[in-house]
């Protein structure tokens, strides 16, 4: 949530807008309205109970709605944020992308005969887990909250990773069926969880860039994984041991060893960061401290209404499902990435097609999440510095349709190679995820919402994906007429659906903006004193769109 000018009124604008006249730009060495209209809150008696955290809340020896910084202050506090949390996120989230990628990798080594399995076996086996990953999210980001995300989720990696090693051991379609059915309950709700964490850290317009650097370790494990496998099979045959073999136990075991470094390594909350690993002082002073949660909370005060280990009720999870403002983002989550899905995961088996070894193939995989990198980088940092995501995130859909439309129209003699460059380019379609998840966590307006519309939204995905995975079908191979057609159906669709969210939300802000110019001083001073209403059910929150 912004809390900005242009989308926010937290306060009584006419009051704010005199103290930001006669007193300046809060101490900020420059005109940062954030600031200014907090000083305005509070100076001008609107300053009421839900601008102040809960009593339970971690970091509220630290609240101080009189505390002053500069911004190359807040700059310093950031950097180390980026550093001592940003980057291990980031090496947490490579862990989890290898355990999901090298069952791709081993795909391309034709390895499924060797391990008793055909195709269609194996496309079950993908359904099986990603339904894992879907059903395991919600109930997984529940205990999180609960135990606290700082022992959950590495709990959650020495667990997957242990089973991530034991398919060396799979034999046919039972096993392999059961393991991917385990990696996925265990895998479930690391996203949700890791996105509810940065969000104790960063602000609404600083998370989504901070997430994109996060998904940057899928391709970047892509290409790691794909070295990897490339000096494997070279040394294929090792002790006699199959190289998929030596894929799953290798990464599974750095997957283990990471997750023990995560148990000793990752604080609580930014105020809990002591421990003997971290330094008996932690890693930030008590003016740094400071600065974190009261810029937090400045940015968003519903991020001070509960602990960080206060469990959410079935009554408020209940509370927060029929929430109808949010069903925009799910029901994108559902099916924006439908269309690129299928694509990326047949890569490797057009290339087989194309008559080449395994070595070329693992190579030629390589372009592709280069591409995929430089989009998500783009199209994240434009999206908030224009302040536009459901516009731009349409071009996600402008991408791959003409892609699809060639697909459908080359010829059956087509060249292999073409179809290889329409395949690379679908794989590299602007991956808007990040910014949609932005919005389910900007847009939810507490915390008891967040931690349950970011594990929805990540189910929507996982059934996205569940989806995509059936779409191509054998008897459809090998250039996928019937599935195409479909994709180009649901890129329409999603088009329609990207200026239909779009539209949604600026209605209910234009509608609450009204409502909030139409109320005498008097009143917004006793709705602010005295309302019910909670997050983003407030006249006073203006929703990211």
Not at 218 to 227: D, E, G, I, M, Q
Not at 339 to 345: D, L, S, V, Y
């Given at each position: 949530?912004?809390?900005?000018?242009?989308?926010?009124?937290?306060?009584?604008?006419?009051?704010?807008?005199?103290?930001?006249?006669?007193?300046?730009?809060?101490?900020?060495?420059?005109?940062?309205?954030?600031?200014?209209?907090?000083?305005?809150?509070?100076?001008?008696?609107?300053?009421?109970?839900?601008?102040?955290?809960?009593?339970?809340?971690?970091?509220?020896?630290?609240?101080?709605?009189?505390?002053?910084?500069?911004?190359?202050?807040?700059?310093?506090?950031?950097?180390?944020?980026?550093?001592?949390?940003?980057?291990?996120?980031?090496?947490?989230?490579?862990?989890?992308?290898?355990?999901?990628?090298?069952?791709?990798?081993?795909?391309?080594?034709?390895?499924?005969?060797?391990?008793?399995?055909?195709?269609?076996?194996?496309?079950?086996?993908?359904?099986?887990?990603?339904?894992?990953?879907?059903?395991?999210?919600?109930?997984?980001?529940?205990?999180?909250?609960?135990?606290?995300?700082?022992?959950?989720?590495?709990?959650?990696?020495?667990?997957?990773?242990?089973?991530?090693?034991?398919?060396?051991?799979?034999?046919?379609?039972?096993?392999?069926?059961?393991?991917?059915?385990?990696i996925g309950m265990l895998e479930g709700g690391l996203v949700p969880s890791t996105i509810l964490y940065l969000s104790y850290f960063y602000t609404g317009t600083e998370l989504p860039k901070r997430l994109a650097w996060v998904w940057v370790g899928y391709p970047a494990v892509t290409v790691v994984s794909t070295l990897l496998h490339v000096a494997?099979?070279?040394?294929?045959?090792?002790?006699?041991?199959?190289?998929?073999?030596?894929?799953?136990?290798?990464?599974?075991?750095?997957?283990?060893?990471?997750?023990?470094?995560?148990?000793?390594?990752?604080?609580?909350?930014?105020?809990?960061?002591?421990?003997?690993?971290?330094?008996?002082?932690?890693?930030?002073?008590?003016?740094?401290?400071?600065?974190?949660?009261?810029?937090?909370?400045?940015?968003?005060?519903?991020?001070?209404?509960?602990?960080?280990?206060?469990?959410?009720?079935?009554?408020?999870?209940?509370?927060?499902?029929?929430?109808?403002?949010?069903?925009?983002?799910?029901?994108?989550?559902?099916?924006?990435?439908?269309?690129?899905?299928?694509?990326?995961?047949?890569?490797?088996?057009?290339?087989?097609?194309?008559?080449?070894?395994?070595?070329?193939?693992?190579?030629?995989?390589?372009?592709?999440?280069?591409?995929?990198?430089?989009?998500?980088?783009?199209?994240?940092?434009?999206?908030?510095?224009?302040?536009?995501?459901?516009?731009?995130?349409?071009?996600?859909?402008?991408?791959?349709?003409?892609?699809?439309?060639?697909?459908?129209?080359?010829?059956?003699?087509?060249?292999?190679?073409?179809?290889?460059?329409?395949?690379?380019?679908?794989?590299?379609?602007?991956?808007?995820?990040?910014?949609?998840?932005g919005l389910a966590s900007r847009n939810a307006g507490s915390v008891r919402n967040r931690t349950v519309s970011v594990a929805l939204y990540s189910m929507c995905v996982h059934a996205s994906d569940v989806i995509g995975t059936n779409i191509y079908r054998k008897d459809d191979?090998?250039?996928?007429?019937?599935?195409?057609?479909?994709?180009?159906?649901?890129?329409?669709?999603?088009?329609?659906?990207?200026?239909?969210?779009?539209?949604?939300?600026?209605?209910?802000?234009?509608?609450?903006?009204?409502?909030?110019?139409?109320?005498?001083?008097?009143?917004?001073?006793?709705?602010?004193?005295?309302?019910?209403?909670?997050?983003?059910?407030?006249?006073?929150?203006?929703?990211?769109?």
């Amino acid at each position: 949530m912004d809390w900005t000018p242009e989308d926010l009124h937290f306060e009584m604008e006419d009051m704010v807008e005199d103290d930001i006249e006669s007193k300046g730009s809060f101490d900020m060495g420059e005109s940062d309205p954030l600031h200014a209209k907090w000083e305005g809150v509070v100076e001008s008696g609107s300053f009421g109970k839900f601008y102040e955290p809960a009593v339970s809340y971690e970091g509220r020896h630290r609240f101080d709605p009189h505390f002053k910084w500069n911004r190359e202050a807040e700059r310093k506090v950031v950097r180390k944020i980026d550093w001592r949390i940003g980057t291990f996120v980031c090496l947490m989230f490579f862990a989890l992308q290898a355990d999901r990628a090298n069952i791709v990798q081993a795909l391309s080594a034709e390895t499924l005969a060797d391990r008793g399995l055909t195709v269609d076996e194996y496309k079950t086996g993908q359904t099986v887990y990603f339904l894992s990953l879907l059903l395991a999210a919600l109930p997984s980001q529940l205990i999180a909250k609960r135990l606290g995300i700082d022992r959950w989720l590495p709990l959650q990696m020495i667990c997957w990773g242990v089973v991530a090693s034991m398919q060396t051991g799979i034999s046919g379609r039972w096993s392999f069926w059961v393991a991917r059915a385990l990696i996925g309950m265990l895998e479930g709700g690391l996203v949700p969880s890791t996105i509810l964490y940065l969000s104790y850290f960063y602000t609404g317009t600083e998370l989504p860039k901070r997430l994109a650097w996060v998904w940057v370790g899928y391709p970047a494990v892509t290409v790691v994984s794909t070295l990897l496998h490339v000096a494997i099979l070279r040394s294929s045959g090792l002790w006699q041991i199959p190289d998929w073999r030596w894929l799953f136990g290798i990464e599974g075991t750095i997957t283990i060893v990471t997750g023990c470094v995560t148990w000793l390594y990752l604080p609580a909350s930014p105020t809990q960061t002591a421990s003997k690993l971290r330094g008996k002082q932690g890693w930030f002073s008590v003016t740094e401290e400071k600065i974190m949660v009261n810029r937090i909370l400045r940015d968003d005060p519903g991020k001070g209404d509960m602990n960080y280990r206060e469990a959410v009720t079935l009554k408020q999870v209940w509370n927060c499902l029929c929430d109808y403002h949010l069903w925009p983002i799910y029901l994108l989550g559902l099916t924006w990435q439908i269309p690129m899905f299928p694509i990326t995961q047949w890569l490797n088996d057009n290339l087989r097609h194309l008559g080449l070894d395994t070595y070329l193939i693992q190579l030629l995989c390589l372009p592709s999440p280069a591409i995929w990198i430089g989009n998500l980088l783009i199209f994240t940092y434009i999206s908030e510095w224009l302040n536009e995501r459901f516009l731009l995130s349409i071009l996600s859909q402008v991408w791959v349709l003409p892609l699809l439309v060639t697909m459908m129209c080359l010829p059956n003699d087509r060249d292999r190679w073409h179809n290889w460059v329409l395949t690379m380019l679908g794989c590299a379609q602007p991956y808007v995820h990040v910014i949609l998840i932005g919005l389910a966590s900007r847009n939810a307006g507490s915390v008891r919402n967040r931690t349950v519309s970011v594990a929805l939204y990540s189910m929507c995905v996982h059934a996205s994906d569940v989806i995509g995975t059936n779409i191509y079908r054998k008897d459809d191979a090998p250039f996928y007429y019937r599935g195409n057609r479909i994709l180009i159906m649901v890129v329409i669709y999603n088009i329609l659906l990207f200026l239909g969210a779009k539209r949604f939300y600026v209605f209910f802000n234009q509608r609450r903006e009204a409502n909030w110019e139409l109320m005498s001083r008097h009143d917004r001073q006793v709705y602010l004193a005295t309302t019910k209403d909670k997050g983003n059910k407030r006249l006073d929150f203006r929703f990211s769109h």
